[in-house]
């Protein structure tokens, strides 16, 4: 019997075939980024007071600083022990009743009540228009920008579990076809939409369409090449969203309203309309769904391509043997103790991923730094990530680089949170390093999670633990901004935490560098008699 990966070895492993639709398919990794985290931009949260007209006119007619009208309308209050004019509230004062004339902003106000504002707010944002400016999320409307990103991260779980299975009944093809045509919908009308709560709802259905056609490519490209390149295609492959989180930066410091920023976003969707008609569907799925014919035509394009030949012997073929899953479930992940402590290490890793790695990101927008340029070296320091993962996971192991991994960002937080504002370079150096291993853990914890799990619940199980990721990502927004408002660097606190812990967890994972993908579960709970076995049979 032929399998197709004996097939693929004719047609070439990694031949030019390959490369032009790995090239095309990275692409997507681009905006994909722009979607994951441009909330930072669309909705940043820059400096806002108590708006009040009365006060505005005179500062005006009389020429006085901002700090002239801040005294006569907005007190002073304790902000993470710092003294800073207070956002949410004013003076209770009503200007229109009272003579205001240009000498009177040296009245001392401290003793007046406080109320909250009445007005309106006041931001220091000139000639940029954000989410928050414009809908005015702030103070006790703030959490509507927590609740845009938990949203979003609802589109990529709800995708997670439904493009999947569009994909293997429908093909790949029609899956990334179905995700740009709900993608370019999605992408304009959130651009266009002037309603908040429409938004949000767009802004859901938006991530689920554009995380459906990233992971169906994902997927797609992983059945294309040969086995010994499918590790490296897969991490070059995630790569290309450190380069998307590279260019977002560029495109919010030029593109000053958020709607336009999102029409941008949305563009290049438009050009991968056109890869329903240049990339071939998958020739492993349509073996898997007994296309013999059609699947072999695929194979002779690609052998062409890459300059091979296919020999004619191929008389009868197969798809890849695996147990059928008819029989497998859920609760096979948790049944018996290794797969039950792997699971939850697992679940947890992914979780610790999702919210650390968002949690970084999204802090970028609140520090007090310059918001572009922060982005862009912190979107800097993923791109080593890749290099040391290839670099050390065939020389040292996969456990110790993972572990060592969520250990460092654990230990970055830490510190980078007890580090004083001054020492800014030292304090922006450390929370990079963060970055880097937090990146490097979630750039390996998806092949980790399929070495770990037998092939009869491979699927289930990497897609089971991966959902806490898109899981974290809904909780992330609420404990990073909420815990920021307390102070702003518990957060870092609580990443650090996490990732000390899942550290200190994946220490108790076996090491899958050299050993045989496992095929039942038998071979996860009695790997000692499994090696013997396959000593025996060498």
Known sequence: ?????????EAGNFGHYQKRIFAMTCLMSLPFASLYVGIVFQGYTPNHWCRDSTVMDMRQACGWSLA???????PMVNSSGVLQHSSCEQYDVDWNNTI?????????????LVTKCKDGWEYQYAGRNSLVTEFNLVCSDAWLVDINQSILNVGLFVSSLVFGYLADSFGRRIGILLSNILNVIAGFGLALTPNYVAILVIRGIFGFGVKGGWMTAYVMLTEIVGVKYRRTVGILFQMFFSVGLLILPLLAYFITDWRWLQAAITVPYIFFLSYYW???????????????SKGLETMDAMAKENKKKISRDFETLTGDEEESSS??????????PNMRKYTFILMFCWWTSSVVY???VLRVGISQGNIYIDFLLAGLVEFPAAFLILFTIERIGRRLPFAAANIIAGVSCFVTAFIPDEMFWFKTVTACLGRLGITMAFE???FINSELFPTCVRNVGVSV??????????VCPFLLYRLAAIWIELPLIIFGVFAFIAGGLILLLPETKGVPLPDTINDVEFPKRRRVLVEETK
């Open 465 to 474: 633990c991966s959902s806490l990721c898109d899981i974290g990502g809904i």
């Open 278 to 292: 240049f990339i071939p569907e998958s020739p492993r799925w349509l073996i898997s769904q007994k296309n013999y």
């Open 358 to 360: 968002q949690g970084l």
């Open 68 to 74: 002239d009208s801040h005294r006569l309308t907005v």
């Open 444 to 446: 390996m914890v998806m």
């Open 327 to 336: 029989s497998v479930s859920v609760f096979d992940l948790f049944r018996t």
């Open 1 to 9: 019997m032929t399998t197709f990966d004996d097939l693929l070895d």
């Open 100 to 112: 205001l004339t240009c000498d009177t902003q040296e009245l001392n106000l401290s003793k007046v």
